[in-house]
Each structure stands twice: as C-alpha cells, then as structure tokens.
C-alpha cells in the first residue's frame, strides 16, 4: 500500500554534494521540508523530497553553496508528463463514463426471448417501432405498462406479451396464441344456389335436402332447406350444412385497353438515413421531394464494431415513379385479360373443376374485349 | 496540628486548574534525545546538523553538541523539529558547545 502512494505521489531523488551540506539539510528542516531516505555519499548526502518541495530545497541549496542533481522522478505526475496540456485525453473517457452513466434510461439493445421464431420477432419489432419504442428511445415503466396493453389488443398472434427492462436492455418476452377452433353457427340458414346448373351430386349433412340429383337450378333457388315442417304443423328448425356439386356453364368479360398510363419505376433508388437518438431525429442526407415515388423504411441497430449504441439508423428508400403510357400487343392484352378472368373464377370458384372453355376476343377503338365461357364442375351451396 | 493540614490541603479548584494546567514555556522546544538500543535514535529540537558523512553525525544541540558514531548512518526522516537517524551506532560523544 505504502508503495503504492508512493508511486502515486510526485518524489524527486536527488543529491546534494559540495558547499555546506549539512547547513542545506538544516535549513531544509527549519522550513518544515519533509525530507526522507538522507544517506551521505562522499562529499554530500543523497535524499528523496516530495516534487512540490524541491524548488524550495534549490534555493536554500544555492545559498549553501551545494549543487543538487536529480538522480529519479517517480509518481503519476512525471509518468503522465507526455499528456500534460492534453486534458481532453483525461476528460474524454470521464465524459464517457458520465454519459453511459446517465443513458441507463435510454434503450441499448432488444432482445427476444428464444422461443420466438424469426417471424414472430419481425412482428413484434415492427408493432415496437410503430409505438416509438427503438434502440435510443428513453423508456419509463408507465410506457411500457402502456405498450405491453397497445400489443395485446393490436395483435391476436399473441397471448401475452412482457417487456422487461433493465440497464439498457430491453427484453421481450410473449406467448403465441394457441389456434382458435372454428366455431360454426347455429342458426337457422338455407343454402341456395350461388350459380345456374345441373345437380350432380347432392351431400346433406344437416337439414333437409330441396333438389335432388339430376335436376337443373336457378341462380338463388333452394339447394337444403333449414327448417321442415312435422305431421302437427310444428317447423323443425336445424342448421343447413352440405355441398351440392354441380355442373356450371358461366362467362366471364373483361375489357383491356392496349394503351394505357401507369406509374412506372424509373430504374433509380434514393436513400435517405438518418439517426434516431432519444426524442429527436438528426438527418444525415437533405430530404428528397419526390411525388409519386413509393417509400419504404427500414430500421436497424446502429451499432461500431458489434457495441450496442443506444441509438437507430433509420433508412428510408424512395423508388422514383413516372407517368408512362403503356402500348400492349393484343396478344399480351389477351394474356392479361385471360388472369383477370381467372382470378375472377378461382376467387368466386376455389375448388372448381374445369372440363371445357371457350375464348373470344375482339377489339374494338383500342380496347379488347375478352370473353371466356368455361365449363365446370364446382361446389354451389352457398 | 489539624489547621497545619488545612492550609497545604488544595482546593478543589485548584486541583482542577492543576490538572488542565500547560507546561512550562518552552517545554516542547527543548532538545531530546531519545536511543532505542534497536538502533534507532530520534532527536527533537536539534539546533543544526554540524557534520554528516558515513560514519559520524554531529548535532548542534544548543548547550551540548551530540556527535553519533556508526556505520550506514541513514535520516530516515528529516521533518520541522525532529530527526530520525537509523544504522548501527558505535559510539556516542557529548560536548559543551557555545556555554562552556
């Protein structure tokens, strides 16, 4: 311990030779200069002083006629002697240390708990930065609470959701939703035709059959009745389910014109960053007006070197778009046309079978029109 | 007999003021010299150091002058009013300096 203070303390080792010697070391007492370690070497002594002393100890030297030599400096002071001047090397990591002191309120990292899978993690962070909570932002337990309650209720994927934070770091802990059952109702509803066509195959699972197989029927007419009347006149009431499958002709139109605008990309991608820390937002790059241009943004962790800072680096992509007027080959309108029609179909239809179609197309003051007849077999209980 | 005793006999007051009482003037400015025979010799309020080499210390001590004898000689400690010399003394003298 001694060696330590020693160490820590500027001392000066130094030697006294010539003139009256002993009359310097008297002199030295006299004034109070603490003096320690004297050992007399020919023609002087050799003594150790604390370095404030020393240009006391020189005078009252000079006027004994000794000569002192410094033989060691020893203490922080003479071995930081390179940085004196240089306070900002000192200051720089006490300024450090004070400022990582008073950021513990802020958010450092986010972290989820293992059992989240990837998807479940990208959900949460993107409801989390919705509700201005990102790495930088200065959290209190009230908003959390608050935003614990703002995830439930905007998400269904979870059943409960925790946030835990702790110096800096905020841990995300949740439990995804078990799957509800479906529950069907029960009340009392016919199924009708959602199609013309001829019945192929009639399946009642609850109520009470109205066609049957072979006969031909209407757009809205019965296919299962809910309710049947008994010998007493009472209505039965039950809840129709069951799949009447049947053979449907129908067609679809759709007009495509071969010329046409549309907001095209222009093949350019405009970056904006900029670095969110605490309340404020400091843009890196100038704002990029540009109309009808689409936007995304993207958050990521700003981070040096794998160290977590508490702050965000916010992308924003611009995609530039343009007014372009589109010139189709009818061969392509076609093309079109023919997916609009079947998305139609498969929309209206999912598990449709299709046993023949018929395409027609005309055009007509620069717009084709097309036209498909298709044949199917399809589920039209509805 | 009993009246002799009352008059030597101090007042309380008086034992106390003799008990909170200070020193002569100058008590604490008298030279001393104190030798542990572990080789340790400590000197208060010595006047100057007169000689100092390897072998010999002399101290003005103002009536006496002290001079130590010995080998490896070393003030440990060199403070306002008070030496500490260590190493091994061989012998000490003691002379009359300025009253003689």
């Keep these: ?382 | 007999m009993k009246r002799k005793q009352k008059k030597n006999q101090a007042t309380p007051w008086q034992e106390i003021k003799a008990l909170v009482r200070q020193p002569e003037e100058g008590f604490y400015r008298q030279p001393i010299l104190h030798i542990n025979c572990f080789g340790q010799i400590e000197i208060e309020n010595c006047k100057q150091i007169l000689r100092y080499n390897e072998q010999e210390i002399c101290l003005d001590m103002g009536l006496w002058q002290v001079s130590i004898f010995g080998d490896s000689l070393e003030l440990c400690n060199a403070n306002k009013g008070q030496l500490l010399l260590t190493g091994r003394v061989f012998r000490t003298e003691f002379s009359y300096g300025k009253a003689e």
């Design chain 1, 1 to 382: 311990m001694a060696n330590f203070w020693n160490r820590l303390f500027a001392t000066i080792h130094f030697t006294a030779q010539g003139g009256r010697y002993e009359r310097f070391l008297t002199l030295c007492t006299q004034q109070g200069i603490p003096i320690i370690n004297v050992q007399p070497i020919p023609g002087g002594v050799c003594a150790t002083v604390p370095a404030r002393y020393y240009k006391q100890c020189s005078v009252h030297a000079r006027r004994c006629r000794t000569r002192l030599n410094v033989t060691k400096r020893q203490g922080l002071w003479f071995q930081l002697k390179g940085y004196h001047g240089r306070w900002g090397l000192l200051l720089g990591p006490i300024v450090f240390l004070v400022s990582i002191g008073m950021m513990q309120q802020m958010l450092w990292s986010i972290r989820y708990d293992s059992s989240l899978t990837q998807p479940q993690q990208q959900t949460i962070q993107q409801l989390l930065y919705s509700m201005d909570i990102y790495e930088g932002a200065i959290l209190t337990q009230e908003k959390l609470v608050q935003t614990e309650k703002m995830l439930l209720s905007q998400t269904a994927e979870f059943s409960w959701i925790s946030l835990n934070f702790a110096k800096g770091r905020l841990v995300v802990e949740a439990v995804p939703a078990a799957n509800k059952p479906e529950i069907e109702g029960n009340e009392a509803v016919d199924l009708v035709a959602k199609e013309s066509g001829t019945i192929l195959e009639i399946n009642v699972q609850e109520g009470f059959a109205v066609k049957t197989r072979g006969q031909t029927v209407a757009q809205g007419e019965l296919l299962i009745s809910a309710g049947k009347e008994d010998y007493s006149k009472t209505n039965i009431e039950s809840h129709a389910k069951g799949t009447v499958t049947a053979q449907v002709k129908k067609t679809y139109l759709c007009t495509q014109p071969l010329q046409y605008t549309a907001l095209i990309p222009t093949g350019e991608i405009e970056e904006r960053l900029s670095v969110k820390i605490g309340t404020k937002q400091y843009f890196l790059q100038k704002e990029i007006a540009l109309p009808q241009s689409l936007k995304k943004i993207t958050h990521k962790q700003l981070s040096v070197l794998g160290f977590c800072l508490p702050a965000t680096l916010e992308e924003e992509v611009v995609v530039p778009r343009v007014q372009t007027t589109i010139s189709l080959q009818p061969k392509q309108a076609e093309q079109f046309a023919k997916m609009a029609c079947m998305q139609q179909f498969y929309s209206e239809f999912p598990d449709a079978q299709i046993l023949s179609m018929q395409e027609e197309s005309t055009t007509e003051q620069g717009d084709l029109t097309y036209k498909i007849t298709l044949e199917f077999i399809a589920d039209i209980a509805n």
